[in-house]
């Protein structure tokens, strides 16, 4: 039996066709289950890896997507029963693994998670891997004391996939949150997110000239990388905490060390890829229940397979907007 998918071959030397195709459906091996797609989504990461860059994807014909919802259609598992709810996001799916931007995907058991109750498939797809690495983010404030009652907290990146989802959690748990972007035609967007205040990314960078600032932000939450964060650094109070997971704007922190000798603040690296299992099913305990936001329609985009490689156009010239998530069945 074949099945609708979205795939990336290699037709030469640094040249790939990306097209919706015809492809044999996947069969279980052990230890492994078949998932029966209902949503997946669209991540920065999957449309480098439409293009072919090596650093996501080495491994053609390939289908994309990071992320994937719905049932499980076949198992030789007994780690889970055919017609349970599941998802997959992180570990090597959508990068050498065939992803879920297809009508089945066959994944290793030890992937994959149980569907909150509370929560849908297309809910927990908007959220997907941004939504995972926001709520670990956030996490990782609050294990370190950040408090609502010690001051703002700043994302950074706030219009892409990660930073619109870390805006409204903090929002909904009592943060005053600002956010940072580099488009000003979304400054409405933002403040109906849960922004009280949006900084323009060059006025951010421009402003920040000396080696360190005066006092803001209790917290952080960095999504690019880069200038950017360098300077977010310098700006947060004594015994603050600034997360990052993102290097659209630079791969490399160009920065000094007063903001860490003067002021105890800490910088902690979030990873929703390979972090522990048990790890992220409480952090979709926690979307599907008390961090559930609801704005979750308000960054929501859904679109079907047909839709995908328009919207990776976007992503890569940097134009996205929130999260897209892709109706499968």
């Given at each position: ?5 979205f ?12 097209a919706?195709k015809?492809?044999p459906e996947?069969k279980?091996?052990?230890d492994?289950i078949?998932?029966?797609?209902s949503?997946?989504s669209l991540?920065?990461?999957?449309a480098?890896?439409?293009?072919g860059?090596?650093g ?9 997507g ?6 499980v ?5 007994d780690?889970f029963v ?9 570990y090597?799916?959508?990068m ?8 089945f ?6 992937w994959?998670?149980?569907i909150p109750d ?5 809910e927990?797809?908007t959220?997907g891997?941004a939504g ?5 983010s956030?996490?990782?404030l609050?294990d ?8 703002e907290?700043?994302?950074t990146?706030?219009t ?8 409204s959690i903090?929002k909904k ?6 956010a940072v972007?580099?488009k000003?035609?979304?400054i ?9 205040e949006?900084i ?5 960078n421009?402003d ?5 600032m ?9 999504t690019?990388g ?6 977010a ?9 600034a ?7 630079s791969h490399?922190?160009?920065t000094?060390?007063?903001?860490f000798?003067?002021r ?5 690296g979030i990873d ?9 099913q409480?952090?979709?305990?926690k ?5 559930k936001?609801?704005?979750?329609d308000?960054?929501?985009?859904e679109i079907?397979l047909e839709?995908?490689k ?5 992503m890569?010239e ?5 999260r897209?998530v892709?109706?499968i069945s």
């Amino acid at each position: 039996m074949n099945m609708k998918a979205f795939l990336v071959e290699k037709v030469a030397d640094r040249e790939f066709l990306a097209a919706i195709k015809e492809v044999p459906e996947p069969k279980c091996d052990e230890d492994e289950i078949v998932i029966k797609v209902s949503y997946s989504s669209l991540n920065y990461k999957d449309a480098l890896s439409s293009i072919g860059n090596p650093g996501v994807t080495r491994k053609f014909p390939h289908i994309t997507g990071i992320d994937v919802a719905g049932v499980v259609h076949e198992t030789a598992s007994d780690a889970f029963v055919v017609g349970e709810k599941v998802l997959v996001t992180g570990y090597d799916l959508g990068m050498n693994t065939d992803g879920g931007h297809a009508e089945f995907v066959k994944v290793p058991a030890s992937w994959v998670a149980s569907i909150p109750d509370a929560i849908s498939d297309k809910e927990i797809m908007t959220f997907g891997t941004a939504g995972l690495t926001a709520a670990l983010s956030v996490n990782e404030l609050l294990d370190n004391g950040v408090k609502p009652e010690d001051g703002e907290v700043l994302v950074t990146g706030a219009t892409g996939g990660v930073g619109s989802i870390a805006v409204s959690i903090l929002k909904k748990i009592g943060f005053t949150v600002v956010a940072v972007s580099g488009k000003e035609e979304q400054i409405d967007y933002l403040k109906q997110i849960g922004a009280s205040e949006v900084i323009i990314r060059d006025t951010f960078n421009e402003d920040a000239k000396k080696p360190i600032m005066a006092e803001r932000y209790a917290g952080v939450v960095d999504t690019v990388g880069g200038e950017i964060l360098a300077n977010a650094l310098k700006y947060i109070k004594y015994d603050g905490v600034a997360t990052c997971c993102g290097l659209t704007a630079s791969h490399e922190l160009n920065t000094n060390v007063f903001p860490f000798i003067l002021r105890g603040v800490r910088l902690i690296g979030i990873d929703s890829v390979e972090c522990k299992l048990e790890k992220k099913q409480a952090a979709w305990d926690k979307l599907a229940d008390e961090w559930k936001i609801d704005t979750l329609d308000s960054i929501t985009n859904e679109i079907t397979l047909e839709g995908v490689k328009d919207i990776y156009a976007l992503m890569l010239e940097g134009k996205s907007v929130g999260r897209y998530v892709v109706k499968i069945s």
